[in-house]
């Protein structure tokens, strides 16, 4: 039997949702470790062993797949992140552990995934829309780690929504300087702290 047959028989042994997972998480791991421009069909049916048809089953298009990867790995990073807020007792350590936490060697990743999506949804739509979605994502979760604050006192602000808003700027800013410049993580974070300092108020300084 040549390996091309044997391909197809296990496709046909894997449930729909099994294979479907199996073929997101290889382009998740491709776009990770060499940016989302490398996840085509192709490259993922080969990785796999299986036929391009098979891959265009469960993805119509290689934008379609990049779209899927990208919101699967930047999701991961956002529940990863409100993971270490949770821990946190204050709106203050709060803001603490998130800025350590983004703007950490271990979140380098994800920074490049983004700028890979920036650049890559000026012609596709569809990543587009999964990059402006969770934007928002971050923006509510960012607003209400500041609201919660202002609310408490800890924190200085009149508009909620603009602070929170200001605050991804710069994380999305130094994210991108560790990426493209290879900026040292203190350097970086001690940026991030004097910006909080002055967008929350001295207290937020961490």
């Known amino acids: 039997m040549t390996i091309g047959a044997e391909a197809v028989r296990d496709a046909k042994r894997k449930l729909p949702a099994e294979r479907h997972g199996e073929l997101l998480a290889r382009a998740v791991t491709i776009s990770q470790a060499e940016g989302l421009s490398e996840v085509t069909l192709r490259r993922v049916a080969t990785d796999l062993g299986v036929t391009p048809g098979l891959v265009s089953h469960y993805f119509s298009s290689a934008e379609q797949m990049i779209a899927a990867a990208f919101r699967t790995a930047a999701a991961a990073d956002l529940n990863e992140a409100r993971s270490r807020v949770d821990a946190a007792t204050t709106p203050t350590a709060k803001i603490s552990a998130l800025m350590d936490y983004v ?69 999305d800013g130094l994210g991108t300087q560790k990426v493209i410049r290879d900026a040292a993580t203190d350097d970086v974070k001690h940026i991030a702290r004097a910006y909080v300092a002055t967008e929350l108020g001295a207290s937020a300084a961490g």
């Not at 994800?110 to 012609?123: I, K, Q, T």
């Open 103 to 171: 703007l950490d060697d271990v979140s380098q990743d994800a920074s490049a995934l983004w700028l890979d999506a920036w650049s890559l949804g000026r012609r596709n739509p569809t990543l587009a829309a999964e990059a402006a979605a969770l934007t928002d994502d971050w923006l509510e979760f960012i607003g209400a780690i500041v609201r919660t604050g202002a609310t408490t006192g800890e924190f200085v602000v009149t508009d909620v929504d603009a602070a929170a808003r200001r605050l991804l700027i710069v994380i």
